[in-house]
C-alpha cells in the first residue's frame, strides 16, 4: 500500500482548535448508530431487564462520555494514557455529576490511567466498548491484539465500535503526531485479521470537504 508523508486535517484535531461545532455533528451521527444497533438491548434496559455498560477507550477530557456515552448507558468507564486528561474527566463527569443532562441514573464509574495496548478489560463487563480516534496510534499488530483482548470485556452480545479518520487508499503517515490514517479497505482487513464480523460500516456525515473522511464501524467478534 501507498504511504503519504502527510494529509489534510483530521477532525480531532479540528475541534480542539477551531471547529468547535463538529464535535454536535459528530456525537449526532454516533448516537444514531448506537441507538439503531443497540435497540434490543436499550429496550432491556428500559424494561429494568439489564443495565447497560460501555467503556470510552481514549476518553480524553470526557467528551464522548459526557456528550455521547452516559445519555444510554447506565454506567460508563473511562479509559486514558493521559493523568491530567483523565483527572479532568473525573472531576467534570463525577465530582459535577448533578450538572449533567444525561439521565440522573447514568454515571460515570471507573477511571483506569492506561493505553489500549496494555489494559486488561474486566470479563464480560461491557455492552460496548468505544473506541474513536484511537487506532490511527496503534501499529496494525496492536489493533489486532487490542480486539482479541477486547472478546474478554464484552457481554455475550456484546460489541465494538470504532469510529476513525479514512484516506481514499493505502494508508497516510502523519510525522507531527506520529498518526497512521488508514483507507477504508486498510480498516476492514485489520477487523479480518482479528476475527472481527463487521455488522455496520458508516460514514459520517456533514463533516467539513478539508477533513478526512470519518467511518464508523460496528463489530463482533467471531
Same mark, same amino acid.
Not at 496494555?118 to 480486539?147: K, M, P
Given at each position: ?5 502527510? @494529509? ?11 471547529? @468547535? ?38 476518553? @480524553? ?9 452516559? !445519555? ?11 493523568? !491530567? ?29 492506561? @493505553?489500549?495496548?496494555? !489494559?486488561?478489560?474486566? !470479563?464480560?463487563?461491557?455492552?460496548? =466498548? ?29 460489541? =465494538?465500535?470504532?469510529? #476513525? ?6 494508508? =497516510? ?15 476492514? #482487513? ?33
Amino acid at each position: 500500500m501507498n504511504m503519504v508523508a502527510s @494529509g489534510p486535517q483530521n477532525a480531532l484535531a479540528c475541534m480542539q482548535g477551531g471547529y @468547535g461545532y463538529v464535535s454536535d455533528i459528530d456525537v449526532r451521527d454516533s448516537r444514531q448508530l448506537l441507538e439503531k444497533v443497540l435497540k434490543p438491548q436499550i429496550e432491556e434496559a428500559a424494561a429494568g431487564r439489564r443495565t447497560l455498560v460501555a467503556l470510552d477507550c481514549g476518553a @480524553g477530557v470526557g467528551r464522548v462520555a459526557k456528550e455521547l456515552l452516559l !445519555h444510554i448507558f447506565q454506567e460508563v468507564d473511562l479509559l486514558e494514557p493521559s493523568q !491530567h486528561l483523565l483527572e479532568a474527566a473525573e472531576k467534570d463527569l463525577k465530582r459535577n455529576s448533578k450538572k449533567l443532562q444525561s439521565p440522573p441514573n447514568h454515571r460515570a464509574v471507573n477511571f483506569y490511567l492506561n @493505553g489500549l495496548q496494555n !489494559h486488561v478489560f474486566e !470479563h464480560q463487563r461491557y455492552d460496548t =466498548i468505544w473506541i474513536q480516534w484511537c487506532l490511527l496510534y496503534l501499529t496494525d499488530d496492536d489493533v489486532v491484539l487490542l480486539f482479541n483482548r477486547c472478546r474478554s470485556g464484552l457481554k455475550p452480545d456484546g460489541l =465494538i465500535f470504532v469510529k #476513525e479518520n479514512i484516506c481514499r487508499q493505502g494508508f =497516510i503517515v502523519d510525522k507531527e503526531d506520529s498518526s497512521l490514517t488508514r483507507s477504508n479497505a486498510y480498516m476492514q #482487513e485489520l477487523f479480518e485479521k482479528a476475527n472481527m464480523q463487521l455488522l455496520y460500516n458508516v460514514k459520517q456525515r456533514q463533516f467539513p470537504k478539508e477533513l478526512f473522511e470519518v467511518r464508523m464501524y460496528a463489530l463482533r467478534p467471531r
